[in-house]
């Protein structure tokens, strides 16, 4: 898995979006951008995906530059239950591959 | 359904002792993973299985740790004997090999306490 780099922490005021970027500069032309989460003491959780548009669901958007080599996940409107530690991870698609954790972005959203 | 089911949630054995975590994937997925999370070293991969042959345990830390996959509905994850420092959560993950999401679904973990 190619290595992303992320900053160690961040603050969000609740009810703003939270912007968490990710460098992913020697990405591969079929690995894709996952992000994952983890709230305090339980086991991480699926954000998104993408490869090169733009996705959106119902958490969260995953903004992917055009060279791919970075990606900025947005929380549109934080909450609280927001607050834990996200991971952004790049692998090949499919659900038998491995996932390799980083040591992530500790968000933490401020009332 | 049910989520990925661990157990037990919590362990507090003595150094030397045998150590048996148990892990109950979703029904239905063929891949399953076995992570290891502590303070100092992250999120770490342990091993993982696709249709419950195991694919690359190059995560295993040493021979004292040993996983199995008798069938697709279950897994276990053995530390003999244990030591303090493998004291950590352990978690255990599951996904389908045809999901176009790739995405692996955690259970709760097992926090084991090595003494």
């Known amino acids: 898995d190619a290595k992303t780099t992320q900053p160690p922490s961040m603050d969000c005021a609740e009810g703003r979006a939270a912007n968490l970027p990710c460098n992913h500069s020697?990405?591969?032309?079929?690995?894709?951008v996952y992000w994952y989460r983890q709230i305090h003491s339980q086991g991480p959780q699926y954000i998104i995906h993408?490869?090169?548009n733009n996705e959106t669901n119902e958490m969260a958007s995953l903004i992917i530059t055009e060279d791919r080599k970075s990606s900025t996940l947005i929380l549109p409107h934080a909450t609280l239950r927001d607050t834990a530690v996200y991971y952004c991870?790049?692998?090949?698609?499919?659900?038998?591959?491995?996932?390799?954790f980083g040591t992530g972005t500790r968000l933490t959203i401020i009332p | 359904d049910a989520g990925v089911i661990q157990s037990p949630r919590h362990e507090v054995t003595e150094m030397g002792q045998e150590v048996t975590l148990r892990c109950k994937p979703i029904?239905?997925?063929?891949?399953l993973f076995w992570y290891r999370q502590t303070m100092m070293r992250g999120l770490e991969l342990l091993i993982y299985?696709?249709?419950?042959?195991?694919?690359?345990d190059s995560g295993m830390p040493e021979d004292r740790f040993s996983a199995k996959m008798p069938n697709a509905s279950f897994s276990t994850l053995k530390i003999q004997p244990s030591e303090p420092r493998d004291s950590a959560v352990y978690f255990c993950?599951?996904?389908?090999?045809?999901?176009?999401?790739?995405?692996?679904?955690f259970g709760e973990g097992s926090r084991l306490t090595v003494l």
């Open positions: 299985f696709n249709n419950n042959v195991p694919i690359d």
């Open positions: 029904s239905g997925h063929n891949s």
């Open positions: 020697t990405i591969s032309g079929n690995e894709y």
């Open positions: 993950a599951s996904s389908r090999r045809a999901a176009n999401t790739g995405e692996l679904f």
């Open positions: 993408g490869l090169k």
């Open positions: 991870i790049v692998r090949v698609a499919g659900g038998n591959e491995k996932l390799t």
